[in-house]
């Protein structure tokens, strides 16, 4: 029975990852058909979209199967619980590619919109956080998981920014209204795949530490104390 369930759980982890790959893949085809108007990228994004919602509907259902007939308990259960999580949070990624991707054919109409200068820089951050996550994840790297945390910081700070300059564009130039909304609109995407990115990050602190570490990040080293206590141990 034991045999079983660590292959059970081998089998959804290899899934995660799998799925981890794929939606990596989707944010930055999303990425560059906005910020590099490379709208070639778009169709396979959105086609994408049903692989991502068929992965994420059978590692639930491989999830729900091992509670019902394995009914783990501490770090097993919590390894169960991550997945459930990281899951959820991985479909949603998904199809705030596709929203992006969507923003990015609507802006493509306005050739002439000057895409604010923090916009590539925000998505290539909130991207590098999702690849982090990742890599926390796999190797149960809480550090890593809380760089993940503290770099959301940046991409709210860049989005604070884009919007402010959209505003200033829309302001001074009432046919730049309706690009800068749909411009607007893909920051908006771009900011909450960072938010899911960070949800990610928090779900692996708690897989290794069993420790619940939403709306307490304060308690937690920022990135540069993290690199400090790096430096320190080499």
Same mark, same amino acid.
Request: charged residues 30%.
């Given at each position: 029975m034991?045999?079983h369930?660590?292959?059970d759980?081998d089998?959804i982890?290899r899934? =995660?990852l799998?799925?981890?790959?794929k $939606?990596e893949?989707?944010?930055?085809?999303?990425v @560059?058909?906005?910020?590099?108007?490379?709208l070639?990228?778009?169709d396979d994004?959105?086609? +994408?979209d049903?692989?991502?919602?068929e992965?994420? $509907?059978r590692?639930?259902?491989e999830?729900l199967?091992i509670l019902?007939?394995?009914?783990?308990v501490?770090? !097993?259960l @919590? @390894?169960?619980?991550?997945? =459930?999580?990281? %899951?959820a949070?991985l479909e949603?990624?998904a199809?705030?590619a596709? %929203?992006? $991707?969507?923003r990015?054919?609507?802006?493509?109409?306005?050739?002439?919109?000057?895409?604010?200068? +923090?916009l590539? !820089?925000?998505?290539?951050?909130?991207?590098q956080?999702v690849?982090?996550?990742?890599d926390?994840?796999?190797?149960?790297?809480t550090a890593?998981?809380?760089?993940v945390?503290?770099?959301?910081d940046?991409v709210d700070?860049? %989005?604070?920014s884009v919007i402010?300059e959209?505003?200033?564009?829309?302001?001074?130039?009432?046919?730049?209204?309706?690009p800068?909304?749909?411009?607007?609109?893909?920051?908006?995407?771009i900011?909450?795949i960072?938010?899911?990115?960070? %949800?990610?990050?928090?779900?692996? $602190?708690?897989?290794?530490?069993g420790?619940i570490?939403?709306?307490?990040? +304060?308690?937690?080293l920022t990135?540069?104390e993290?690199?400090?206590?790096?430096d320190a141990?080499?």
């Amino acid at each position: 029975m034991l045999r079983h369930f660590h292959r059970d759980l081998d089998t959804i982890h290899r899934r =995660l990852l799998a799925l981890f790959g794929k $939606v990596e893949q989707m944010i930055d085809n999303a990425v @560059r058909a906005l910020c590099e108007q490379k709208l070639e990228l778009a169709d396979d994004v959105l086609a +994408g979209d049903d692989e991502v919602d068929e992965a994420d $509907v059978r590692i639930e259902e491989e999830c729900l199967k091992i509670l019902a007939l394995h009914q783990p308990v501490a770090s !097993e259960l @919590r @390894r169960i619980a991550t997945v =459930l999580k990281i %899951n959820a949070d991985l479909e949603r990624i998904a199809d705030l590619a596709c %929203n992006i $991707v969507e923003r990015a054919q609507s802006l493509h109409r306005h050739a002439y919109f000057p895409i604010p200068d +923090g916009l590539p !820089e925000m998505a290539k951050t909130a991207t590098q956080m999702v690849q982090l996550a990742l890599d926390a994840f796999v190797h149960s790297d809480t550090a890593l998981a809380k760089e993940v945390i503290a770099l959301d910081d940046r991409v709210d700070e860049l %989005n604070r920014s884009v919007i402010l300059e959209l505003r200033e564009l829309m302001q001074k130039e009432s046919s730049l209204v309706e690009p800068a909304l749909h411009c607007f609109s893909a920051a908006r995407h771009i900011e909450r795949i960072g938010d899911h990115a960070e %949800n990610i990050a928090e779900d692996v $602190v708690y897989l290794v530490d069993g420790d619940i570490v939403r709306h307490r990040h +304060g308690e937690f080293l920022t990135k540069s104390e993290i690199t400090a206590d790096r430096d320190a141990e080499q």
